[in-house]
């Protein structure tokens, strides 16, 4: 027994040795340096980008030929300006001086005893005569120099046809409106101007209103754009920013010009989203929207009640302009005109040229009020959109008809909307601010 367990011991002992020896013989592993570096993020395609930079990349895409005629275009209109205000005053004169409007109230008087009633007959007349008298310049710019610079898809009978419409429309308006003024000059000869103030912005709101709805569709034909991925986008946006309409409508422009535009139009249950056919077929789904979100800016931010009210504001300068330029000239050459009192439907022709040299010289200040609610409109898109290439490129197409880089004097004075350079760079300067958004960066490159 105990030389059982003493060859047991033995055993083991010579187990445990073995393994002692060979795990003496064990030499340790190489130990090798292993560095760790951090991958840098993947370069992104807007990285370096430059709202400047990308600005004058995108204005640099129309030059030449193009660019000249843009120029031309849009500076011929400065000419324009005052053509139309001298060309108007003279008519007023010839009206007065050869008591032709003195003529013409006394026929009106001849028909009829009410003071009332003569005024429409009166404004009937004179409106016809002034648009007889004026009708060559009429067609000089609206018509042959639509043409020379390539705008216009009307031959004469085409475009003749809409202005008849357009005019019988604006008789009408204008008829009713006069007639409703010289009754407050009758009733309130001395405040006359501040009730006839709240007249026109009153008659401002109706034509809002209705214009959409019945007056557009007489020269175009209206119908809902069809169905598809852009309508849903298009009422999608529209429900995001509260714009109460509920279908999208497109316009056959395209017979009668080639340039884009669209609206949001309306108020008091009027409000409709329309475009015209020209943008649907010059422009991408992304340059529609974004268009579009500028209109529905209009809307959301109310600027048909802040655009009457402004010009409420010029009117009420203007009226009492007038009131006091009529008495003035009226009390130095009223026996000449055979026209006495502002309540003489003979003197409208004085009136109409006064109001013309108020707005003329008033054009810078009613140029700010409309080109400010445009700006803020732009904005109001590119947030809602948040698509500022898409916004960039459609500012671009309208350099057809409007300058694209005026000197600031320019846009100040002759702008009724922000320059191509000024819309381009609030989206490009809106773009900078927001590069680090996933849709931004991974969106549309601007050039450089």
Not at 143 to 150: I, P, S, T
Not at 320 to 328: D, E, I, K, L, T
Not at 417 to 440: C, F, Q, V
């Amino acid at each position: 027994m105990r030389l059982g367990l003493a060859a047991a011991f033995a055993a083991l002992v010579v187990i445990f040795a073995g393994a002692a020896a060979a795990q003496s013989d064990l030499k340790a592993a190489p130990v090798v340096k292993v560095e760790s570096q951090t991958l840098p993020d993947p370069v992104s395609p807007q990285a370096g980008f430059d709202a400047m930079k990308a600005t004058n990349a995108y204005l640099g895409q129309l030059k030449g030929e193009a660019r000249k005629k843009s120029d031309s275009y849009f500076e011929g209109g400065y000419v324009l300006l005052l053509v139309d205000a001298l060309y108007a005053v003279v008519v007023s004169a010839i009206l007065l001086w050869s008591r032709i409007s003195a003529g013409i109230r006394n026929y009106a008087q001849r028909w009829t005893r009410s003071r009332f009633w003569q005024v429409p007959i009166y404004v009937i007349i004179y409106t016809l005569l002034v648009a007889v008298l004026t009708f060559p310049l009429t067609v000089y710019e609206d018509f042959f120099r639509e043409h020379q610079y390539g705008l216009s898809n009307q031959n004469f009978m085409q475009w003749f046809g809409d202005f008849g419409t357009l005019f019988g429309v604006n008789l009408l308006a204008t008829t009713i409106l006069l007639t409703v003024i010289y009754a407050v000059i009758r009733g309130a000869p001395r405040t006359w101007w501040l009730w006839g103030t709240l007249v026109t912005v009153a008659f401002l709101m109706l034509g809002a209103t209705i214009a959409p709805v019945y007056v557009a569709p007489l020269i175009n034909h209206y119908q809902p754009l069809k169905e598809g991925p852009l309508k849903e986008r298009i009422l999608s946006l529209a429900r995001a920013e509260g714009v109460p309409a509920t279908n999208v409508y497109e316009f056959d422009a395209s017979k009668q010009t080639k340039r884009v535009s669209a609206n949001v139009s309306g108020m008091f249950g009027t409000t409709r989203i329309s475009m015209n056919d020209n943008l649907l077929k010059r422009t991408t789904p992304d340059m529609v929207v974004a268009v579009l979100g500028h209109e529905m800016g209009h809307y959301v931010l109310n600027h048909i009640t802040i655009g009457i009210t402004w010009f409420g504001l010029v009117f009420f300068v203007g009226f009492a302009f007038v009131n006091w330029g009529f008495r003035f000239l009226a009390g130095i050459f009223g026996g000449n005109w055979d026209v006495r009192t502002i309540d003489d439907p003979a003197g409208l022709p004085l009136i109409m040229a006064l109001a013309t040299i108020f707005l003329f010289l008033a054009t810078p200040v009613t140029n700010t009020i409309t080109r400010t609610t445009e700006a803020q409109a732009d904005i109001f898109g590119i947030n809602a959109v948040r698509q500022p290439d898409a916004f960039a490129k459609s500012a671009l197409m309208l350099a057809e008809y409007r300058k694209l880089d005026p000197s600031p004097w320019e846009e100040f004075v002759f702008f009724d909307h922000p320059s191509g350079r000024t819309r381009i760079y609030t989206a490009m300067r809106w773009k900078a601010e927001h590069l680090n958004d996933p849709d931004i960066k991974n969106g549309p490159v601007s050039p450089q």
